[in-house]
Nanobody, 124 residues
Framework: QVQLAESGGGLVQAGGSMRLSCTASGRGFSTYTMGWFRQAPGRERDFVAGIRSIGGYTLYADSVKGRFTISRDNTKGTVYLQMNSLTPEDTAVYYC?????????????????WGQGTQVTVSS
């Protein structure tokens, strides 16, 4: 089992950048596929980006492709989400999640463990 804790959220102006971190405690981080999701008020939890445990394969939602970058450091048990060119539409609570499978999936229910979330607010 793994516990996840996000950090790095806050308030940023439109056009700015922010980096989120998600640190895992427990065993086996390097074997998990990791994902970032976000949820705005009144909306469903949406997939943002995912990265496989090995090989570096990544997947992005169309809305963030070219602006966001997901990466991981297995030695530190941490996954990152670098967010550039932020817009007010990126405002949401951002969650990281861990999936025991080897497939990067966009479906929240496929992920086994979740962090508590971190608020990202982009002002216009």
């Amino acid at each position: 089992q793994v516990q996840l804790a996000e950090s790095g959220g806050g308030l940023v102006q439109a056009g700015g950048s922010m980096r989120l971190s998600c640190t895992a405690s427990g065993r086996g981080f390097s074997t998990y596929t990791m994902g970032w999701f976000r949820q705005a008020p009144g909306r469903e939890r949406d997939f943002v980006a995912g990265i496989r445990s090995i090989g570096g394969y990544t997947l992005y939602a169309d809305s963030v492709k070219g602006r966001f970058t997901i990466s991981r450091d297995n030695t530190k048990g941490t996954v990152y989400l670098q967010m550039n060119s932020l817009t007010p539409e990126d405002t949401a609570v951002y969650y990281c999640a861990a999936d025991k499978s080897l497939v990067v999936t966009t479906i929240p229910n496929n992920y086994d463990y979740w962090g508590q979330g971190t608020q990202v607010t982009v002002s216009s």
